[in-house]
């Protein structure tokens, strides 16, 4: 009688696949593990251009860092009062959410054994400024709406492929957060 053991899953698609797996495997195991604090710092350059670190966050039980700091700027265009030296602070969100969003996919298919050939993410968002620049109260402050859509190629039937975008909406942080909201608390500390 021959044990029934699955061939071990290979790298797919830049997803180191057997590791993606063992460590959801282990986390499952471990739950106080999957406890995550991430972090960025920012600091007012001048105008409406900032700039925000990212190195060290908390994970796996203990504090960690990236290899390297990342750093990301934002601005405003002229057309806005700014000098256009970065994406705005708006721009970067849609770029959060594009980016959670195809993280999850290229996760998901190398997981499922689907070689991905092209996957292309559009996300638009709609925004009225009259809220945030205090014309209207009646108008919010955020995007009134964001479309999100999907151009995706690999070798699994559309039906399949469809299944992918699904699940990575399912499973992403970015888009949890924007459509069910999470608490935030703003302090300050003042310096004279």
Known sequence: ????????????NGVDTPNLLATINF??????????????HNEWIEGTHSKSVMHGFYGAGQEQKH?????????????????????TPVEWLLHGLASCLMAGLANIAAARGIK??????????DIDLRGILGI???VRNGFQNIQVSFEVEGDAPAEKLQQLVEQARARS???DVLTKGVPVT???????
Request: proline fraction near 10%; charge should be neutral; glycine fraction near 4%.
């Open 67 to 87: 290899e390297k700091p990342f750093y990301a700027d934002s601005d405003h265009p002229a057309i806005l009062c700014g000098a256009d030296n970065a994406p």
């Open 186 to 192: 703003v302090s300050i500390k003042t310096i004279q």
């Open 116 to 125: 991905l050939t092209k996957v292309k993410c559009l996300v638009d968002g």
């Open 136 to 138: 209207s109260d009646e």
């Open 1 to 12: 009688m021959q044990p029934n053991t699955k061939p071990a899953r290979l790298p797919l």
């Open 173 to 175: 942080a970015v888009f």
């Open 27 to 40: 986390v499952a195991g471990q739950p106080e593990l999957a406890k995550f604090q991430f972090r960025a």
